[in-house]
């Protein structure tokens, strides 16, 4: 009889045992694929939105449109004649105005369409296979330049001096190197669809060296803006959080937490304003810099003044064939710049609704699967953290 039980029991064990290991299967392939998507989700908007928007609102020149006001008969053939010269028999001038036409890259909706327009349902997404094998190849060839680096300078003895600098070294090299490939993306965004295949459209090495600058300040502008923020959080977070975590300060533990809050927004702030200071100019100067060598056979898909105001010199007159680095962004008005920075702010804010509405979802998730109980116990570990901080 005690035999059957200890049967009964171990078989009651062994089930409970595969229906909890059965719901954590269930559970984390829930949450694994709830955040493939929301991954999915979140890199579809950046590139629509953050990559090809952004690039066109870059390189449009918004448009006028002249409007004339003619007074008099209404007789098509009568003479222009206002009310003062009617007596005297003197023509009249008519009036001209300029009216300036709203940008197509004003708002996503219009561009949306306008691309659907010009370039099918799936414009959106154009140029996504040149980018998605640019960041292929921007991948292999950063590890191989950093693979490479320490080793070429091992002989030199710069190697250790090198060392920790060899991955924003390696990023920029490759950055330089894959500079073609970059342009030709950008020839892909802001043009009408070409038969072509964006591989057949990638330009020469007469033209890398011509963009080979502006890519070098655009890569060296982006390592900037990813250093200033961990820099600051190595010089005001950390030791703050070692003192938190060794006791070593004579502050509570909630000035601690204040002061490692007040650190941690100074970090965001300055990861900010060395974004818009640095990154943006360089972004903007690499895509117009592009678009001032796109081939005269390729139309633009928005409007896009290829003289930059008459400081592009065509090659055949003795020029360079493109815009200068200052010209590129001095080129670029008050009213585009704020243009641009609507579209990236716009951007996060789509992308960070995407993230918050999967973590909320994640949270259901995680209590059904875990149980109210859980849930609860969890809160209340929070709230006594929170009391006993304060």
Known sequence: MSGLAGHLLRRGLDSATRLEGAERRVRDFQLSRNATIALGVTMLIRYTYGEV????????????????????????????????????GAPHLPELYVVKNKPITAKFRTTICHLRARGGRLARFRGLSAWLSLQFLSFY??????????????????????????????????????????????????????????????????????VAPATALYALAEQITLGVPVATFAFLV??????????????????????????????????????????????????????????????TI?????????????????????V????????????????????????????????LSFAVFAVFQLQYFMGQQTVDDFSMILKYRLNHAT
Request: with cysteine; net charge neutral.
């Open 141 to 210: 060839a950063t590890k191989f330049f950093r693979f490479l680096i320490p080793r070429v300078l091992y002989p030199l003895g710069l190697s250790r001096v090198i060392s920790p600098l060899s991955l924003p070294l390696a990023t920029i090299l490759a950055a330089v190197v894959l500079g073609c490939v970059h342009m030709t993306w950008t020839h892909v965004v802001i043009s009408d669809p070409s038969p072509k295949p964006w591989s057949r459209r990638i330009p020469d090495r007469k033209a890398w060296l011509k």
């Open 302 to 322: 928005v409007p896009f003044d290829r003289s930059f105001g008459g400081k592009v010199v065509p090659e055949i007159l003795g020029g360079s064939g493109k």
């Open 238 to 299: 950390l030791p703050m959080a070692d003192r938190a975590f060794q006791n070593h300060s004579e502050m509570t533990l909630a000035e601690i937490y204040k002061s490692l809050a007040f650190r941690s927004l100074f970090v965001v702030a300055s990861g900010l304003l060395t974004a818009l200071l640095i990154l943006v100019p360089a972004i903007v100067t690499l895509a117009r810099v592009q678009a001032s060598m796109l081939p005269e056979d390729d139309e």
């Open 53 to 88: 928007v952004a690039t066109l609102a870059i390189v449009e020149t918004p448009t006028a449109t002249v409007a004339v006001e003619v007074e008099g008969s209404d007789d098509p053939d009568a003479p222009l004649l206002g009310a003062d010269e009617k007596q005297t």
């Open 324 to 355: 200068g680095l200052l010209d590129a962004w001095k080129t670029f008005g008050w009213s585009a710049r704020l243009r641009l920075l609507g579209v990236y702010i716009k951007t996060f804010m789509m992308e960070t609704t995407v993230i």
